[in-house]
């Protein structure tokens, strides 16, 4: 079955990136976004997902549109559902049935 979506990362891959690049720890981060030192490893350790609050923080702080960083948790959530086997056995379903509904 051919999968949607790719998935090259993890967002928080993107987020470590960026730390590094721009030679911040992550207490200093945290601190600037208002968030505890724990909150923000428990999100970089895949622990945590991004919520919208955090995504828009994380944005002002990196000058990017918020989006970007909603979009990396949406394809991460999408790819996750992708690969559950329950969602397999519907999607399989669904194609072996789609061709008599749709006739």
């Known amino acids: 079955m051919k ?3 790719n998935i090259s990362y993890h967002p928080w891959e993107y987020l470590i990136e ?5 030679w911040l720890s992550q207490v200093k981060f945290a601190n600037l976004i208002w968030v505890s030192k ?3 490893n428990e999100i970089i350790k895949w622990h945590r997902d991004l919520n919208a609050k955090i995504a828009y923080r994380i944005a002002i702080a990196f000058d990017e549109p918020v989006e970007t960083w909603i979009r990396l948790q949406a394809d991460r959530d999408t790819y996750k559902m992708i690969k559950s086997s329950q969602e397999q056995k519907i999607a399989q379903k ?3 049935e789609r061709a008599v509904v749709f006739a």
Do not use: Q, V
């Open 3 to 5: 999968t949607w979506i």
């Open 18 to 22: 960026e730390l590094k690049a721009r």
């Open 38 to 40: 724990s909150e923000l």
């Open 94 to 96: 669904i194609i072996s």
